[in-house]
């Protein structure tokens, strides 16, 4: 196992967050085994100011978990039909979290015992990595931690290269669309 990512990896900028877990193991324990796949894609949403962020309406049911403690898990559904995840960021207090918006490289074990087998399933979009990996909102607020099932671990693997690009699909935040907030890896 390596080293799993914790509360003070998660207790800064959102930004730097975002880039930083790009080529991280994101590992997903269900039933019937453990999947994990390296992160590939982000995008960071930051506060209240942020017109893209669902927090810039203040706090909400939905969106308590964003003003909580850092590495906490936030999913929500989008469209009637998708589930998002996000890592909440930043000191409680500050909402901010980070859309997981793609993975590379998925893998499935049956157990903690066995090894890693590649999978060849859709991972490369957030709708298509949380059908793939049964992530519900039964998992909203709980603490990444393998006791939860879900858990961010350091991979060794560097990305060939990070890609610095404006956030998708929010053109109703006016100015803050434009903002070079989302991430993506190109490993070789």
């Not at 060794?156 to 690009?165: N, Q």
């Amino acid at each position: 196992m390596n080293a799993m990512l914790n509360r003070d990896f998660f207790e800064r900028d959102t930004r730097i967050v975002a880039k930083e877990l790009i080529g991280k193991w994101l590992y997903r324990k269900t039933p019937t085994g453990i999947y994990r796949a390296l992160i590939a894609e982000t995008e960071a949403y930051h506060g209240q100011d942020d017109l893209g962020c669902h927090c810039s309406k203040g706090v909400t049911p939905r969106t308590k978990v964003m003003f909580g403690p850092p590495g906490h898990i936030y999913v929500y559904l989008i469209y009637g039909m998708y589930e998002m995840l996000n890592f909440v960021t930043m000191p409680e207090g500050f909402p901010a979290a980070v859309l997981i918006r793609g993975l590379y490289r998925l893998e499935f074990s049956t157990s903690e015992k066995s090894s890693f087998q590649p999978l060849h399933l859709k991972t490369d979009g957030p709708g298509k990595l949380t059908r793939t990996l049964k992530i519900t909102r039964n998992l909203n607020s709980k603490k990444l931690h393998p006791e939860t099932g879900i858990w961010i671990e350091n991979a060794g693997i560097e990305p060939g290269k990070i890609i610095t690009t404006p956030r998708i699909g929010i053109d109703y935040a006016k100015e803050w669309k434009h903002k070079p907030w989302r991430y993506v890896a190109e490993f070789s």
